[in-house]
């Protein structure tokens, strides 16, 4: 049985929220200690338990507790109440500024974090090249960290963090910032630590980093576990939760201004899979190209931009292929009343099965959709065992028979 490193039992955390300044000096004069505040629920119950060698994702909106627990797990922040046991040294990336004194130089910063982190002067010294060396940026290491940009101080908060060589490592969002090759660095040394057995915990609002790295995740929801499980499956729960209230959302500000829902601004009316010859069909001979028709009726042709979106899912709800016509860099028809728009696949190579399509038309950034239809037409592929999986890609065999 794996050892748990991380044992956190009905762990809340409260604070006293005061309307108005004068509210917290009214209630510590008032003779019988009136009570001038309420109590605010950051983390409210929370169980988490992580065993060695997981890697583990806490996903969750802005405000739902996700640094509140990390902060309390590196025991920058005490429970209000509950139980925390941790088993294992911990090196954290909290959000930007814990850990560091703005006035030092980063290379003092160095030790000083090292230091926090319950490593000796020399224990430092023996480490200090690699620390540099990853953080790669360059003089700047001999200025006090105040006159960094967020990202280089990432970079060397980084470098310290997995370079001293934890039993636990913390990331909380972090790895949002900082360049491509920087977070590829960052990605190859996660991919160590697992191999090596450590134990990861990982908040991120990047659901698909989230994915690439966790074998577990939990939701939170307004500090409450909203869900834990399998990855898959709560990310996809959870991006279905974001999806429904962005609509939502969208929804409640028409209204204020225009009198009328997200679902007013347009409506998908059809969505149709066609042959070659555009012919409507529900069954696909594997390898063939295939179209998907989508008619969509618009209440308000102001849109600047409009995105349509159309995805591919297993009957286990797996992503397949999740296209859009932002990401193609393509503008759609958006005339008032109704618009007819194709997306063209040469060559349909999934393997045979039974496949869904979502479609779902979005404001400019492909973020907020006004209408997302889940599963919404039906495709059976049918096709030779040609092999295993999902999707059979372009592929050759090569070399002599000698
Ligand atoms: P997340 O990291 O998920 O965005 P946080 O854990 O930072 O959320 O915060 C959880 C909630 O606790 C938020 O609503 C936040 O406003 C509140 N909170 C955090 N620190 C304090 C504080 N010192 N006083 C009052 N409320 C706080
Ligand atoms: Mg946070």
Same mark, same amino acid.
């Given at each position: 049985m794996?050892?748990?490193?991380?044992?956190?039992?009905?762990l809340?955390?409260?604070?006293?929220?005061?309307?108005n300044?004068?509210?917290?000096?009214?209630?510590?004069?008032?003779p019988?200690?009136?009570?001038?505040?309420?109590?605010?629920?950051?983390?409210?119950?929370?169980?988490?338990?992580?065993?060695?060698?997981?890697?583990v994702?806490?996903?969750?909106?802005?405000?739902?507790?996700?640094?509140?627990?990390?902060?309390?797990?590196?025991?920058?922040?005490?429970?209000?109440?509950?139980?925390?046991?941790?088993?294992?040294?911990?090196?954290?990336?909290?959000?930007?500024?814990?850990?560091?004194?703005?006035?030092?130089?980063?290379?003092?910063?160095?030790?000083?974090?090292?230091?926090?982190?319950?490593?000796?002067?020399?224990?430092?010294e023996?480490?200090?090249?690699?620390?540099?060396?990853?953080?790669?940026?360059?003089?700047?290491?001999?200025?006090?960290?105040?006159?960094?940009?967020?990202?280089?101080?990432?970079?060397?908060?980084?470098?310290?963090?997995?370079?001293?060589?934890?039993?636990?490592?913390?990331?909380?969002?972090?790895?949002?910032?900082?360049?491509?090759?920087?977070?590829?660095?960052?990605?190859?040394?996660?991919?160590?630590?697992?191999?090596?057995?450590?134990?990861?915990?990982?908040?991120?609002?990047?659901?698909?980093?989230?994915?690439?790295?966790c074998?577990?995740?939990?939701?939170?929801?307004?500090?409450?576990?909203?869900?834990?499980?399998?990855t898959?499956?709560?990310?996809?729960?959870?991006?279905?939760?974001?999806?429904?209230?962005s609509?939502?959302?969208?929804?409640?500000?028409?209204?204020k201004?225009?009198?009328?829902? #997200? +679902?007013?601004?347009? !409506?998908?009316?059809?969505?149709?899979? @066609?042959? %070659? =010859?555009?012919?409507?069909?529900?069954? /696909?001979?594997?390898?063939?190209?295939?179209?998907?028709?989508?008619?969509?009726?618009?209440?308000?042709?102001?849109?600047?931009?409009?995105?349509?979106?159309?995805?591919?899912?297993?009957?286990?709800?797996?992503?397949?292929?999740?296209?859009?016509?932002?990401?193609?860099?393509?503008?759609i028809?958006?005339?008032k009343?109704?618009?007819?728009?194709?997306?063209?696949?040469?060559?349909? #190579? +999934?393997?045979?099965? !039974?496949?869904?399509?979502?479609?779902? @038309?979005? %404001? =400019?950034?492909?973020?907020?959709?006004? /209408?997302?239809?889940?599963?919404?037409?039906?495709?059976?592929?049918?096709?030779?065992?040609?092999?295993?999986?999902?999707v059979?890609?372009?592929?050759?065999?090569?070399?002599?028979?000698?």
């Open positions: 794996k050892k748990r490193v991380v044992e956190i039992n009905h809340t955390k409260t604070y006293n929220m005061y309307p300044p004068t509210a917290r000096l009214k209630e510590a004069l008032h019988k200690r009136k009570s001038y505040h309420e109590i605010f629920y950051a983390l409210n119950d929370v169980n988490v338990h992580v065993n060695q060698g997981e890697m994702g806490f996903i969750g909106e802005n405000g739902s507790g996700k640094s509140t627990i990390l902060k309390i797990i590196t025991g920058v922040l005490t429970p209000t109440e509950g139980e925390v046991k941790i088993d294992g040294n911990i090196a954290a990336l909290l959000e930007l500024g814990s850990g560091f004194n703005p006035e030092y130089t980063g290379y003092d910063n160095i030790f000083l974090n090292g230091m926090v982190l319950g490593y000796s002067r020399d224990q430092m023996d480490k200090i090249d690699d620390i540099i060396n990853f953080a790669d940026i360059g003089d700047h290491l001999y200025q006090p960290v105040k006159t960094y940009s967020s990202g280089m101080f990432v970079r060397l908060a980084f470098a310290i963090a997995i370079n001293v060589d934890p039993e636990i490592l913390i990331v909380d969002e972090a790895l949002a910032v900082g360049d491509l090759e920087f977070q590829l660095k960052c990605m190859e040394k996660f991919t160590e630590f697992r191999n090596q057995g450590k134990t990861v915990l990982f908040v991120s609002h990047d659901v698909n980093a989230v994915r690439r790295f074998d577990r995740v939990y939701w939170l929801k307004n500090g409450v576990v909203e869900a834990e499980g399998e898959m499956e709560i990310t996809e729960e959870y991006e279905n939760f974001l999806k429904k209230k609509i939502k959302t969208v929804d409640r500000e028409k209204n201004v225009e009198e009328h829902s #997200a +679902l007013d601004i347009v !409506e998908v009316k059809s969505a149709t899979l @066609l042959d %070659e =010859e555009m012919n409507p069909i529900d069954l /696909v001979v594997q390898d063939s190209k295939v179209f998907v028709k989508v008619e969509y009726e618009v209440n308000d042709p102001s849109i600047k931009h409009p995105v349509l979106g159309v995805a591919i899912r297993t009957v286990n709800n797996q992503y397949v292929c999740g296209l859009n016509t932002l990401l193609d860099e393509t503008e028809p958006w005339k009343g109704l618009n007819t728009f194709y997306i063209e696949y040469p060559k349909m #190579a +999934l393997l045979g099965g !039974e496949y869904y399509f979502d479609v779902a @038309l979005f %404001e =400019e950034n492909a973020t907020v959709p006004f /209408v997302y239809k889940t599963k919404y037409i039906t495709m059976f592929i049918t096709g030779k065992y040609v092999g295993e999986g999902i059979v890609l372009d592929h050759e065999w090569k070399g002599s028979v000698q």
